[in-house]
């Protein structure tokens, strides 16, 4: 069992939850992520580690709530307890010195780039942090991300601003008109952000590394959930993964794999709700 010390909203359907998990903490690192159960009966489902406190032994991450299993995480509060954590599982994103580095990060995968760019900053690296937002109100963790970033630019819809439009076309203008040469890009969020950035970067053969989100079940390359296709071969992501060059993916396989429970996740949904909120 772990505690949850932190249960917030940050913005409209995104959490982050705080657990205690001194051995996760000492060891994570960036890239990494942690399998959790939200109960007893729930699914296993792989949450990215979005900050750590090793004094403290405490791992935080950022989540969307869109299915069962997080709808019932997005209602725990500090003090109640969860069945399963395990972790760190991946691989750490390899990190080193570079001129210069983009993250580029929407939905929970704001989170997740977090810990890359302050490893980034520490080495030295100039970071570029490339937000997508639906709206200027969706953007978590500003300040954090102002500390370990030296330009911040946000794709958002609501004009509120420079940067309007969705993120591939603001990443080839920032391409275009920079003079300096982006070193690398990583990217984490939906397979749709990962897919476009990853086109965006191809004709100027930009290294893109993506933070894949396969469905998984264990996480330790055991039941082959997670099954993606990269330069023809196949890999696991929870073990050979979660980061892949984005220009080598079957983006197309990928696609096909994630939608193949859609129908029972709604239905899984709507039954726990009848039952919850009678
Ligand atoms: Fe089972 Fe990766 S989640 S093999």
Same mark, same amino acid.
Request: some cysteine; glycine content about 8%; overall charge neutral.
């Given at each position: 069992?772990?505690?949850i010390?932190?249960?917030?909203r940050?913005?409209?359907?995104?959490?982050c939850?705080e657990?205690e998990a001194p051995?996760?903490?000492?060891?994570?690192?960036?890239?990494?992520?942690i399998i959790?159960?939200p109960?007893e009966?729930?699914e296993?489902?792989?949450?990215t580690?979005?900050?750590?406190?090793?004094e403290?032994?405490?791992v935080?991450?950022?989540?969307?709530?869109?299915?069962?299993?997080?709808?019932?995480?997005?209602?725990?509060q500090?003090?109640d307890? *969860?069945?399963?954590?395990?972790?760190?599982?991946?691989?750490? +994103?390899k990190?080193?010195?570079l001129?210069? !580095?983009m #993250?580029? $990060?929407g939905?929970?995968?704001?989170?997740?780039?977090?810990p890359?760019?302050?490893?980034y900053?520490?080495l030295?690296?100039k970071?570029?942090?490339?937000?997508d937002?639906?709206?200027d109100?969706?953007?978590?963790?500003?300040?954090?991300?102002?500390e370990?970033?030296d330009?911040?630019?946000?794709?958002s819809?609501?004009?509120?601003y420079?940067?309007?439009g969705?993120?591939?076309?603001?990443?080839?203008?920032?391409?275009?008109?920079?003079k300096q040469?982006?070193?690398?890009?990583?990217?984490?969020?939906?397979t749709?952000?990962?897919?476009?950035?990853?086109?965006a970067?191809?004709?100027?053969r930009i290294?893109? *590394?993506?933070a894949?989100?396969?469905?998984?079940?264990?996480? +330790?390359?055991m039941?082959?959930?997670?099954? !993606?296709t #990269?330069g $023809?071969?196949t890999?696991?992501?929870?073990?050979?993964?979660?980061?892949?060059?984005?220009?080598?993916?079957?983006?197309?396989?990928?696609?096909?794999?994630?939608?193949?429970?859609?129908?029972?996740e709604?239905?899984s949904l709507?039954?726990w709700?009848r039952k919850t909120?009678?």
């Amino acid at each position: 069992m772990a505690e949850i010390i932190k249960r917030e909203r940050l913005v409209p359907n995104i959490h982050c939850v705080e657990i205690e998990a001194p051995e996760i903490a000492r060891k994570c690192q960036p890239g990494q992520f942690i399998i959790v159960m939200p109960d007893e009966k729930g699914e296993r489902i792989p949450l990215t580690v979005a900050d750590w406190d090793r004094e403290s032994g405490t791992v935080t991450c950022v989540f969307l709530v869109v299915g069962t299993s997080t709808h019932k995480l997005s209602f725990l509060q500090a003090g109640d307890e *969860i069945p399963v954590v395990v972790g760190p599982l991946g691989r750490p +994103t390899k990190i080193e010195k570079l001129n210069t !580095v983009m #993250v580029i $990060g929407g939905c929970y995968g704001i989170g997740a780039i977090y810990p890359l760019a302050r490893a980034y900053k520490n080495l030295g690296s100039k970071v570029l942090t490339l937000i997508d937002v639906k709206a200027d109100y969706l953007f978590y963790w500003k300040e954090k991300f102002e500390e370990v970033s030296d330009e911040i630019f946000v794709s958002s819809r609501d004009y509120v601003y420079d940067c309007q439009g969705y993120v591939p076309q603001i990443l080839k203008k920032i391409l275009r008109e920079r003079k300096q040469k982006i070193n690398r890009v990583y990217a984490s969020g939906c397979t749709y952000l990962l897919y476009t950035c990853a086109q965006a970067t191809q004709p100027a053969r930009i290294e893109t *590394i993506v933070a894949l989100n396969p469905i998984m079940v264990d996480g +330790t390359g055991m039941c082959g959930a997670c099954r !993606v296709t #990269v330069g $023809g071969k196949t890999k696991f992501a929870c073990v050979d993964g979660p980061d892949f060059d984005g220009h080598q993916v079957d983006w197309e396989e990928l696609f096909a794999r994630r939608k193949s429970y859609f129908d029972d996740e709604i239905q899984s949904l709507c039954y726990w709700e009848r039952k919850t909120f009678p």
